[in-house]
């Protein structure tokens, strides 16, 4: 029996819908990863895009547990020497929502353009409205 290998042409990619009200950070981060690489499908392949788009609403009231909201240490850089930013995850919730959730999925990601190619297909918004009704997208409980 011959190996299956999935061909980009092949490849059937559903739209989802998850609401982030009240949901820990990783654990929609980690979901998120695993649904944009397509590892959740029997015909998974790792050197193709196999994974479905992800829309995620309310993504300003994701939240982390314990201290990390205090604690948890966003860095970015200008790239002028002593240019280095430094934030916390309220301040980065409070300033940019979603940014946090797009860091973190990004972060979990092949690096090069595959996975260039998949954090495009993760769409995220604050609020509850979002532009992708036309897509009807499944709604998916994390």
Known sequence: MKT?????????QEWFVIDGTDK????????????LRGKHKPEFTP???????????NAGKLRVTGTK????????????P?????????KMQERFP??????????????????YAMIKKLKIYAEAEHPHSAQQPKP???
């Open 47 to 57: 050197h193709i895009d196999t994974g479905d788009f992800i829309v995620v609403v």
């Open 4 to 12: 299956y290998s999935a061909k980009p042409g092949e490849v059937k």
């Open 69 to 80: 909201g205090l604690n948890k240490k966003y860095f970015r850089h200008s790239g002028y």
């Open 82 to 90: 002593g240019g280095i930013y430094e934030t916390n995850f309220d």
């Open 98 to 115: 979603g940014r946090a959730l797009e860091k973190a999925v990004k972060g979990m990601l092949p690096k090069g353009p595959l996975g």
């Open 24 to 35: 820990v950070l990783g654990r929609v981060a980690s979901e998120v990863a695993r649904r």
């Open 140 to 142: 998916l409980e994390i």
